[in-house]
């Protein structure tokens, strides 16, 4: 018996250890799953008009100027997708995007088969208490894919991730402004899509792990699941109104 104690111990070691691991695995397996979860309190969320729901993004139209870096040439485009991304950027907040955007310093090596203007762009930046508009809905970004259909049919969205930057919120408000852009646009909730979901030809690994603290493993889990159940419950919030377009 005295002998049979190490291993008794080694095998209850390797059991706890076992089940801490699985622990990863609860994640999104209900709402609780998502750490941020908590922090709404769903029950207080009534209808909407659309107007309503946009007040609630507090968004503010701060757009590239027509004709300048980023737009130089006017690409127009019928939304069918929004594409959600995270700007992995730690210090820089909304209005610093938005301001990076309009003076052209986000560039990117113009390429055949890669970028098509030498510049980033994307329709929307949010954080924790405001979203800022930088293209209109129907011109190309260039924040997926390249000459893919990311670029070519989807409003791209960043989250921010600055120091400071309530993450929770973020989500929310980015579900909030999808929401609001699937019902203006009639884009249905199988078409908001992470940038994962775009490979980039010639890029390694192909799929960008993006937005990465929705993914789970590099790729859409559970956690994109519950972040498209928030889409859905603000969607489902909207009542029948005049919608304003987002150009
Ligand atoms: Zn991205």
């Known amino acids: ?67 300048s870096v980023g737009r130089s ?21 909304a209005y610093n995007h938005a301001l990076a955007l309009k003076r052209g310093a986000l560039r990117a090596t113009k390429r055949k088969g890669g970028n098509r203007i030498g510049y980033l762009t994307w329709h929307f930046t949010v954080q924790d208490n405001v979203a800022i508009q930088h293209l209109p809905c129907r011109e190309q970004g ?14 791209g969205i960043e989250m921010c991730e600055h120091k400071g930057n309530d993450l929770a919120l973020t989500i929310d408000k980015t579900a909030r402004l999808a929401a609001y852009i699937s019902y203006v646009y009639q884009i249905p909730l199988s078409n908001v ?12 690994p192909p799929n960008k792990n993006c937005p990465h603290f929705l993914m789970e493993n590099g790729r859409p889990g559970s956690r994109w699941r519950w972040f498209l159940g928030r889409v859905q419950l603000h969607y489902k919030r909207i009542q029948t109104g005049q919608a304003r377009s987002l150009g």
Not at 24 to 31: A, E, Q, T, V
Not at 142 to 155: K, R, T, V
Not at 195 to 201: E, L, Q
Request: with cysteine; charged share 20%.
């Open 73 to 93: 040439w006017f690409r127009p485009m019928k939304p069918r997708y929004i594409t959600i991304h995270s700007t992995q950027n730690y210090t820089g907040n």
């Open 142 to 155: 260039e924040h997926a894919d390249f000459d893919g259909p990311g670029n070519n049919y989807s409003i």
């Open 1 to 67: 018996m005295k002998k049979a104690l190490p291993a008794l111990l080694l095998a209850c070691v390797v059991i706890f250890i076992g089940c801490r691991s699985g622990t990863g695995n609860r994640y999104g397996s209900g709402p609780a799953s998502a750490p941020w979860q908590s922090r709404y309190n769903d029950k207080l969320l009534g209808p909407v008009t659309p107007d309503q729901l946009l007040r609630e993004v507090n968004l503010r139209p701060d757009l590239i100027r027509a004709g």
């Open 193 to 204: 899509v992470p940038h994962y979901h775009w490979p980039r030809a010639g890029a390694s």
